[in-house]
């Protein structure tokens, strides 16, 4: 899986995964989620990094940002997961790894890509069954974004309104939740591996000019299923009965945001 800072491409919107070691759930107490989030605000403090969406979970982060160009996503992520980790040890008086040893960036097209994500990581909680609705779970930035704090904010919600082509913070607020709402009434909210174990997802045209970016992509096979086009490891993620030419695809984004599109 590809480390955020293997690829840099100024303005390419990154989705990150960063999981606890095995899996444990070390980040399951609020406390531990808050310092997570505290780090992460040093961090666009500090560097600059330019956060779209993020949530941390019982057992792992995900993180939604954009590439500035000035290698501030690596930066970021060493002192948001170093610090996390010592805090924690030192608390608990526990030794060893608190993190995978690499965290795996997906590049996001923005061609209506970007909205989806959003409203893939804004579900986390609901899909894992912990909530029913993804306001109730606190360390998240749709909470935050709906209840943008007067200090201490993370998401920069004036390039995410560009980003999404909405005009001013009520009309974000109010076509995220609508995305939001739309999407847990579909009757396959499930989890989907293509965001986060995927090299990058996207329409065609964007899959392959990010292959041709990097040499170390250009034989990496590029998929469909679900209506999501991938670019993913030598090890599909996808079901080959399920996955369908890409051609089928070109010129058509086939994603579900309900009648907020």
């Not at 986390?124 to 201490?152: D, K, L, T």
């Not at 609508?178 to 591996?193: I, V, Y």
């Amino acid at each position: 899986m590809p480390r955020a800072n293997r690829i840099s491409i100024p303005g390419q919107i990154w989705h990150i995964t960063h999981r606890c070691h095995h899996r444990e759930f070390l980040l399951r107490f609020a406390r531990d989620r808050r310092r997570w989030r505290h780090w992460l605000f040093q961090a666009r403090k500090r560097f600059g990094l330019c956060v779209l969406n993020y949530i941390a979970t019982s057992n792992h982060v995900h993180l939604l940002v954009k590439d500035q160009g000035h290698s501030e996503i690596a930066s970021s992520m060493q002192l948001i997961a170093g610090r996390t980790g010592q805090e924690y040890n030192l608390r608990k008086q526990r030794r060893g790894a608190f993190w995978e040893d690499r965290y795996h960036a997906t590049a996001v097209d923005r061609d209506g890509y970007l909205a989806r994500c959003m409203v893939y990581i804004n579900l986390n909680m609901v899909r894992a069954g912990a909530v029913s609705h993804p306001g109730q779970w606190e360390v998240s930035g749709f909470r935050e974004i709906r209840q943008p704090p007067m200090r201490y904010r993370i998401i920069d919600l004036e390039e995410l309104q560009r980003l999404l082509d909405v005009d001013g913070l009520d009309r974000l607020q109010k076509t995220l939740a609508g995305w939001t709402e739309s999407a847990m009434q579909h009757p396959e909210m499930k989890r989907d591996p293509a965001w986060s174990e995927s090299v990058a997802v996207g329409n065609p045209e964007f899959l392959e000019a990010f292959q041709s970016s990097a040499s170390h992509l250009r034989h990496r096979e590029i998929s469909a299923a679900d209506g999501i086009c991938s670019l993913h490891e030598n090890q599909s993620p996808y079901d080959a009965s399920s996955a369908y030419k890409i051609g089928h695809l070109r010129g058509e984004n086939r994603i579900f945001l309900g009648n907020n599109q």
